[in-house]
């Protein structure tokens, strides 16, 4: 039906699927913006085609550019990756309108599950168990208030549209339901084009384990068993594992089941995951699905054996799944680490920046995925991920240390990264003994502990504080050296790579702008990225820890807070204006410093 495949993505996950396409001898076909004429997906694929500025509402959301260069190159077929427009039922349809094969599920079932709500509904009337809630969208803070007043605190207010974390605003007391009702709304019309909200009990201390799933056209569907992803920050994962330390054979059953039965009442077809909460009494409750390949995908390929791509790939072409449910074999354990381009000791700030040294692990049982290279500039206008390690050993503990092992190898110069983080909470007692480490992962311990590691480690060296690397003269390395039959180690300056010259000159622009504020009484933002909004003006009094404004970096919002009380001066940013890393927001007059 079709020998073309044009890849709707970036980064890692639009190599991982154009492996895949070479394997099977189809021609791949990449876009990219003007962001990404560097960026190494382009290499991987047969042809590659610009579809518009960095903004991804201008290129990479972009459903008619997208549809039109397929056609211009000849694709037959579309595979969406995950993020952007994978999960977007409108860009299904028009790619199925244009006479192009979909690789994913039916505009149907991505709108129905896209619709939390009423696929809380559908899920409850299929008899799937769904998280004690709203099935409808709380509408106002009054009807919020209610529910906890009936149902009691704390409440997890949820964008009706959302997923991947965004739209989610804990609620501890009455106090805090105004702001977290507003910033829930705020979140799900910035990311998903839809302010309704629906409200679930919150669940303390659960772990978040998802069933991946695989149905054709040919009524088959099976599970792949679970993978555990509760290690989280922000609601969004960051170490993912399978088989989960917490389920037995007898509960994997159970929860595949559920997950089977939740794709047939969703009319599935491709790969899809039913994410669920397991309490420690063993209730596991549906919480949302995602239409699409997950990011964790890797973690249930390297213990099935099976391509999850190349399973999408058959289905699409109308044939049976190459496997029985009884043919289905967990073999080992695999966990998957994200290395994301952030500061996990300054609250997992992110922190966008050019690569200057890029080196990966491997030996056995080692697989990274990853869609940078020296010289490359991690973005700041996307999502912070560089690449995934991921590995595979003969259990949990064998899996851990070659982890440790991979993450010693690792080496990432330029933006600091999450590799110190990942080294401190695998060593930790909690993740050693399977526990949900809550608590432990925003933790002062932790944040210290993956500042050490990253320093210290083989692999990342002096990573972290500020890209310590960059020197004025040039980067500073180790070379052994051996006199006399004894070895000894050196240090010395190599002369700095042509982009670490415009990385340093970056930074101290940056620094420049704050440092012409008046000193402490500039308030700056601490990262790159785009105000979602601003609650002050000119004239106004603020007290120490006043919310200044929101900025959006890589898909997450980060609070700027006034560090001090005093009168606000010198606003200098509006809402959706793009902010530079150390660009001055305002600055406080008067006050007790």
């Not at 997923?163 to 007391?173: A, D, H």
């Not at 089977?260 to 790969?271: E, F, N």
């Not at 012409?516 to 009094?541: C, F, I």
Request: net charge negative; glycine share 10%; hydrophobic share 45%.
């Amino acid at each position: 039906m079709f020998d073309k495949v044009l890849v709707a993505n970036r980064g890692e996950i639009a190599i991982r699927v154009f492996r895949t396409l070479r394997e099977l001898g189809l021609g791949a076909v990449a876009v990219y913006s003007e962001a990404d004429r560097g960026a190494l997906h382009l290499s991987f694929a047969d042809e590659a085609f610009l579809i518009g500025p960095p903004p991804a509402a201008e290129s990479y959301l972009r459903v008619d550019r997208i549809v039109e260069t397929a056609l211009r190159a000849g694709a037959g077929a579309v595979h969406p990756g995950y993020g952007f427009l994978a999960e977007n039922a409108a860009f299904a349809r028009a790619v199925e309108d244009a006479g192009l094969v979909w690789i994913g599920p039916p505009p149907a079932a991505i709108e129905l599950m896209g619709e939390k709500t009423r696929a809380r509904r559908a899920m409850q009337d299929a008899g799937v168990p769904i998280i004690p809630g709203t099935t409808d969208p709380v509408g106002s803070v009054e009807e919020l208030l209610e529910l906890g007043a009936s149902i009691g605190y704390p409440l997890l207010i949820k964008a009706a549209a959302g997923g991947g974390g965004k739209g989610m605003e804990i609620v501890e007391s009455p106090d805090g339901a105004e702001k977290a009702f507003e910033t829930a709304r705020r979140q799900g019309q910035s990311y998903f084009a839809n302010p309704d909200v629906y409200v679930e009990k919150l669940i303390l201390d659960p772990r978040h384990v998802e069933v991946q799933v695989i149905a054709d056209a040919h009524g088959n569907v099976v599970h792949l068993g679970e993978r555990d992803c509760t290690i989280q920050r922000r609601h969004q994962k960051l170490v993912e594992e399978t088989p989960s330390p917490a389920v037995d054979d007898a509960l994997r059953a159970r929860i595949g089941a559920i997950g089977v039965d939740a794709a047939r009442a969703a009319g599935y077809r491709s790969a899809g995951t039913i994410e669920g909460l397991l309490t420690a009494d063993g209730d596991y409750f549906f919480m949302e699905m995602n239409t699409r390949i997950q990011v964790e995908h890797t973690v249930t390929e390297l213990v099935t054996g099976i391509d999850l791509v190349r399973e999408q790939v058959r289905v699409a072409l109308g044939e049976p799944l190459s496997m029985t449910q009884d043919e289905i074999e967990l073999r080992g354990h695999a966990i998957e680490c994200r290395i994301n381009a952030e500061d996990a000791s300054r609250g997992f700030v992110p922190t966008p920046g050019l690569v200057i040294a890029y080196r990966e692990p491997a030996g056995p049982g080692v697989r990274v995925d990853s869609g940078v290279a020296a010289g490359n500039e991690v973005s700041g206008v996307y999502d912070p991920l560089i690449a995934k390690l991921i590995v595979h050993g003969a259990d949990r503990e064998h899996a851990r240390r070659r982890m440790l092992r991979a993450l010693d190898e690792f080496v990432v110069e330029g933006p600091t990264t999450l590799i110190g983080f990942h080294k401190a909470l695998l060593s930790h007692e909690c993740f050693v003994r399977g526990e949900t480490c809550a608590g432990i992962v925003e933790s002062a311990e932790l944040a210290s502990n993956s500042l050490l590691l990253a320093r210290n480690g083989t692999g990342e060296a002096a990573n972290a504080a500020g890209n310590s690397l960059l020197l004025g003269l040039g980067v500073e390395r180790v070379r052994a050296v051996e006199v006399d039959g004894r070895r000894f180690e050196v240090r010395l300056v190599e002369p700095e790579p042509p982009w670490a010259a415009l990385a340093r000159a970056r930074r101290e622009r940056a620094v420049a702008r704050g440092a012409g504020a008046s000193g402490r009484d500039a308030v700056v933002s601490p990262m790159q990225g785009t105000v979602l909004a601003v609650s002050v003006a000119d004239g106004d009094e603020v007290e120490a820890g006043h919310v200044i404004c929101v900025v959006e970096a890589m898909k997450m919002e980060n609070e700027v807070h006034a560090p001090r009380a005093g009168v606000v001066a010198e606003l200098s940013v509006a809402v959706g204006e793009t902010v530079a890393n150390g660009q001055v927001i305002c600055v406080l007059g008067g006050g007790e410093e």
